[in-house]
C-alpha cells in the first residue's frame, strides 16, 4: 500500500495519516509501497521527494518493509537513502523490477535492501539488468511478477540453453 511516483496528483495533505490508518486497520498489508522515483517517465524530482519521505517514515513507524521504484533515478535514491541512514533512520525492502547497472545495484546492497527482477531480466537488450542478476548475492535476489507490460521474452527465453 503506498503511492506510485508517477501518481503525485493523487497525494493530497491527508493521504500519509490514510496510508497510516488502512496499514494498521489491516493485518495483510505487509509492505508499504510501490513508492520511489521515477525520472524516466517524469521529472518532478522535488514533488516526488515529497511523497516518498513521508512514506518512508510511515514504512519506520509501523515497522514495514518497502517496495522501492526507482527508475533512473538511482543517484538522487541513494543519496536519500543514506543521508537518512546516517540520520539513524531504518530501512529494510525490495528494490523491485530493477534496471539499473551494476554500480547502482551494489549501492542499494550495501544498504540492506533486496533486488528483484522482472520480464524484462530477459529483453536481450536489458545487459546491465543481465550483469545485475549474475551479480546479485543469492539471498538478495527475488522474482517481480510485475505486469504484462513487463513480460518475459519468449523468443529470447525460447533460444536459451536448458543449463541456464
Same mark, same amino acid.
Not at 493530497?12 to 490514510?18: E, G, I, N
Not at 517517465?41 to 517496495?67: F, G, T, Y
Given at each position: 500500500?503506498?503511492?506510485?511516483?508517477?501518481?503525485?496528483?493523487?497525494?493530497?495533505?491527508?493521504?500519509?495519516? &490514510?496510508?497510516?490508518?488502512?496499514?494498521?486497520?489491516? +493485518?495483510?498489508?505487509?509492505?508499504?509501497? #510501490? *513508492? !520511489? $522515483?521515477?525520472?524516466?517517465?517524469?521529472?518532478?524530482?522535488?514533488?516526488?521527494?515529497?511523497?516518498?519521505?513521508?512514506?518512508?517514515?510511515?514504512?519506520?513507524?509501523?515497522?514495514?518493509?518497502?517496495?522501492?521504484?526507482?527508475?533512473?533515478?538511482?543517484?538522487?535514491?541513494?543519496?536519500?537513502?543514506?543521508?537518512?541512514?546516517?540520520?539513524?533512520?531504518?530501512?529494510?525492502? &525490495?528494490?523491485?523490477?530493477?534496471?539499473?547497472?551494476? +554500480?547502482?545495484?551494489?549501492?542499494?546492497? #550495501? *544498504? !540492506? $535492501?533486496?533486488?528483484?527482477?522482472?520480464?524484462?531480466?530477459?529483453?536481450?537488450?536489458?545487459?546491465?539488468?543481465?550483469?545485475?542478476?549474475?551479480?546479485?548475492?543469492?539471498?538478495?535476489?527475488?522474482?517481480?511478477?510485475?505486469?504484462?507490460?513487463?513480460?518475459?521474452?519468449?523468443?529470447?527465453?525460447?533460444?536459451?540453453?536448458?543449463?541456464?
Amino acid at each position: 500500500m503506498g503511492v506510485h511516483p508517477l501518481d503525485t496528483g493523487h497525494w493530497q495533505s491527508d493521504t500519509p495519516a &490514510v496510508l497510516r490508518e488502512a496499514v494498521l486497520a489491516d +493485518e495483510r498489508v505487509v509492505a508499504i509501497g #510501490e *513508492l !520511489g $522515483l521515477d525520472l524516466y517517465r517524469a521529472d518532478n524530482l522535488e514533488e516526488q521527494l515529497s511523497l516518498l519521505v513521508p512514506q518512508l517514515d510511515l514504512a519506520e513507524e509501523v515497522d514495514r518493509p518497502v517496495i522501492i521504484h526507482c527508475r533512473d533515478a538511482a543517484a538522487p535514491m541513494l543519496e536519500l537513502l543514506r543521508r537518512r541512514r546516517s540520520e539513524g533512520h531504518r530501512l529494510r525492502g &525490495v528494490m523491485h523490477c530493477w534496471s539499473g547497472t551494476p +554500480e547502482e545495484m551494489d549501492g542499494f546492497l #550495501e *544498504l !540492506g $535492501l533486496f533486488i528483484s527482477f522482472s520480464g524484462n531480466v530477459t529483453y536481450p537488450s536489458a545487459r546491465d539488468t543481465h550483469a545485475c542478476a549474475r551479480l546479485v548475492p543469492r539471498d538478495r535476489y527475488l522474482i517481480d511478477r510485475k505486469s504484462t507490460r513487463l513480460n518475459s521474452s519468449h523468443e529470447w527465453i525460447s533460444r536459451m540453453p536448458s543449463s541456464a
